[in-house]
């Protein structure tokens, strides 16, 4: 059975990370259309204007962290859609638009165009797929998109740095080449996320009420992660499941991977010896032992 990360990875990842009520939210309006090769939002959101007040009518707010802990897969995934604008708009009316691309820290909140959109999935699924050839110890699938998609990038990010990529080098043999090519596409991978989290998500401080005179308790200091842009908190998700200390396993019933790992270096350590990915596999797995 071919190893794949499955959403519910992520989704376990995030539930190990609790973030206090005015963690970093983001915005959906009601409806988006088609039009002029982008994404549009139907109702305008704009700067108050002679001391009125921002306008959010239509438009409602979540915290993706929180809310969507797959989002990472919900965007690589719409590149394989076969209508990909209308996956692309189906997504905005559940997510909102992407607010920005992963190299820069800019964006519209009302508007994506959809070439960026089919670039930023494109740019995540290559970087799934990767991960997944090294979980798969598929040397032939990492060498393909290390090589083919994704190599030109990942020199640019590792720059005077290039060591790294040992399968740039000429003087390796063909024995030495698929452990090679996956240690590239593990490294390779982790760098583009890592460098998108650098470039559009930053650490903060949340000061609850007891920081405040009189009492000022550090205990009432909380921190949290921001992002500029949905496709940023779609990455910081990655990124923790990329860090969590590389323990993976697979559930015994349904072959799904499961981090074992700290999503954060202060997060709670999760079972060793944890076999499923959730009750429901394990129920299943118990009827399905009983039947045999």
């Known amino acids: 059975m071919r190893r794949r990360v499955y959403a519910e990875s992520l989704k376990r990842v995030g539930e190990l990370t609790k973030f206090p009520e005015n963690a970093r939210s983001w915005y959906v309006c009601d409806e988006y259309e088609l039009r002029e090769e982008s994404v549009f939002a139907r109702y305008p959101v704009g700067p108050p204007f002679k001391g009125k007040d921002w306008d959010w009518k239509g438009w409602k707010s979540y915290r993706p962290l929180e809310d969507v802990p797959d989002l990472f897969f919900k965007l690589a995934y719409l590149y394989e859609e076969p209508d990909f604008e209308e996956a692309a708009l189906a997504f905005c009316h559940r997510y909102g638009v992407l607010g920005g691309r ?30 997944e050839a090294v979980l798969n110890r598929d040397w032939q699938q990492a060498e393909l998109l290390l090589l083919r998609e994704h190599v030109q990038e990942i020199i640019e990010l590792v720059g005077s740095d290039q060591q790294l990529l040992a399968g740039l080098r000429k003087d390796l043999s ?9 240690q590239d ?11 998108t989290v650098n470039k559009v998500c930053r650490p903060a401080a949340v000061f609850a009420e007891s920081v405040f005179f009189p009492e000022a ?75 045999k």
Request: with cysteine.
């Open 102 to 131: 992963s190299s820069r820290t800019v964006g519209w909140l009302h508007k994506t165009p959809l070439p960026w959109f089919r670039e930023e999935a494109k740019r995540a699924l290559g970087i799934l797929r990767m991960y």
């Open 174 to 182: 063909d024995e030495d080449l698929p452990g090679v090519y996956l």
């Open 185 to 195: 596409a593990l490294i390779g991978s982790v760098i583009m996320v890592q460098a």
């Open 217 to 291: 308790d550090p205990s009432g200091i909380k921190g949290v992660w921001e992002f500029n842009n949905l496709v940023g908190a779609a990455y910081l998700q990655m990124y923790w499941l990329m860090t969590s200390g590389g323990t993976l396993t697979r559930c015994e019933y349904c072959g799904r991977v499961m981090s074992l790992g700290r999503p954060q270096p202060e997060g709670r350590k999760r079972r060793q010896d944890k076999r499923h990915c959730n009750d429901a596999c394990r129920q299943a797995h118990h009827r399905s032992k009983k039947k």
